[in-house]
């Protein structure tokens, strides 16, 4: 005999809008609980097909069968069974060509939770396909980069950090000829401090690749830098004799007033290992010099009140003690 939850999942099914309309809405209810979430995982081979089926539908059934989805995507087993039954595949679609839906913002959060697992990364880079391998994140990123601070692909910023977090993920944003990195650095200049601590983070874990691909991500340097450099560059107005050794889109940024643009303490940290993984590597280093890299953290460092950020500091100036006299006695030279 069918329990009384069984049956309400049955209705998610149901030629009626109106059952329909309220069954979803129940079982969204259901999923704000754990006692919920814990009941509807063992029912989630049906839960998740039905609920998944409902996201094409009218906002007043999609929306809240989003929200179940996304609830019930916190539980790694039900998120896993998810990716078996190809939620990630459907949100992503719905996405990509439906933006009219009215649940982007929901659907992306669910993919923010489907990719904190490895397989919900590989899918969605369409790993098993090398003809289309790569074309749900260009297409993403896409979206993301045309978009405005407080729109629904906020979120984004966050999947970028899962994706690369994983080596399969870092490689494919590293491409130079898909120019990935490109786009998303440039929305570091962006207001919103979830885009800005996602992309300081996509940028700290693609630096994991540096021993290898450093060539690639010195092939952006023009954003690379200031993405680095001006949020731990302090608040000073820099003189023209510090400037005078920096690129333009550095020197002008540091030769006037401005206001600490990055209040967020992580995203400091974060920048800052980011300069470190790439400070490691032989051509990194010279690079880092070659736009005045250590006078600009040595400013910052005298502005720097956070213990952990300082430590960050600290960290990229004894590797450049250990390995700077070198670049130092070049550039000195006539």
């Not at 539908?57 to 989805?69: D, H, I, M, R």
């Not at 098993?128 to 979120?155: T, W």
């Not at 693609?206 to 340097?221: D, G, R, Y």
Request: proline content about 4%; overall charge negative.
């Amino acid at each position: 005999m069918a329990t009384e939850l069984e049956e309400l999942l049955n209705f998610l099914t149901s030629a009626s809008p109106p059952i329909k309309r309220t069954a979803v809405n129940i079982i969204r209810d259901y999923t704000g609980s754990d006692e919920g979430l814990r009941s509807l995982g063992r029912y989630s081979d049906v839960a998740i097909p039905a609920l998944s089926a409902l996201l094409a539908e009218k906002k007043e059934v999609s929306e809240p069968a989003a929200e179940a989805l996304v609830n019930l995507s916190q539980n790694r087993d039900i998120a896993e069974n998810m990716i078996e039954k190809g939620v990630l595949g459907t949100a992503m679609n719905i996405i990509l060509y439906k933006q009219d839906c009215g649940i982007t913002k929901l659907l992306v959060m669910l993919l923010v939770n489907l990719t904190h697992i490895d397989a919900g990364i590989e899918s969605l880079l369409q790993s098993g396909d090398e003809k289309i391998s790569g074309l749900h994140i260009m297409k993403l990123v896409r979206s993301f980069c045309s978009s405005s601070s407080g729109d629904p692909f906020d979120h984004v910023s966050s999947v970028l950090v899962n994706v690369s977090r994983n080596e399969a993920g870092r490689k494919l944003l590293l491409e130079p000829r898909r120019g990935l990195l490109k786009q998303i650095i440039r929305q570091f200049d962006s207001p919103s401090l979830l885009r800005k601590k996602g992309i300081s983070g996509t940028i700290r874990n693609c630096c994991f690749e540096a021993e290898t691909q450093v060539q690639n991500l010195l092939l952006v340097s023009e954003f690379l830098w200031p993405a680095l450099l001006l949020p731990v560059a302090g608040n000073k107005i820099y003189n023209e004799q510090d400037t005078s050794k920096m690129p333009p889109e550095l020197a002008t940024a540091l030769s006037i007033k401005r206001e600490t643009t990055v209040t967020d303490p992580e995203i400091r940290v974060q920048v800052l290992d980011a300069i470190y993984l790439l400070v490691l590597q032989e051509e990194g280093r010279r690079a880092f010099w070659s736009v005045n890299g250590p006078r600009i953290l040595q400013i910052g460092y005298e502005d720097e009140e956070n213990p952990q950020v300082m430590e960050a500091y600290e960290r990229v100036g004894s590797l450049l003690i250990q390995g700077g006299t070198h670049e130092e006695e070049e550039e000195e030279a006539p």
